[in-house]
């Protein structure tokens, strides 16, 4: 059974920093996309920053180019998400998810499994 959980969620001021941490189980991750999504209250879920099984290709929304960068350590089953810079905007539940194309996964929140998600505020 396949399973996602998040970390690294949390209370931050605008300009500070936080890293997620998505720890998996269940399936072999080198096998897969994987990515970060998010949803604000009353909004649509967004595809945030989405990186390639294969060759390590990543893709960010524009609204966090520059500043979020997405990597993978297959060998521990983890992904992250490194955030700086925050805004106000950036609040969200974030969610980890897989899947099998990683444009896929972002443009059009095609995915196979879903975490429950951690909560990021920012806020002063």
């Known amino acids: 059974q396949w399973h996602l959980v998040e970390s690294g969620g949390g209370l931050v001021q605008p300009g500070g920093s936080l890293r997620l941490s998505c720890e998996t189980s269940?399936?072999?991750?080198?096998?897969?996309?994987m990515g970060w999504l998010r949803q604000a209250p009353g909004k649509e879920p967004e595809g945030v920053s989405c990186?390639?099984?294969?060759?390590?290709?990543?893709y960010y929304a524009d609204s966090v180019k520059a500043r979020f960068t997405i990597s993978r350590e297959n060998a521990k089953n983890t992904v992250y998400l490194q955030m700086n810079s925050l805004k106000p905007e950036d609040t969200a539940v974030y969610f980890c998810a897989a899947g099998t194309d990683y444009r896929y996964m972002c443009r059009g929140n095609e995915y196979i499994k879903r975490g429950q998600g951690t909560q990021v505020t920012v806020s002063s």
């Open positions: 990186i390639s099984s294969l060759d390590g290709s990543t």
């Open positions: 269940g399936f072999t991750l080198d096998y897969y996309a």
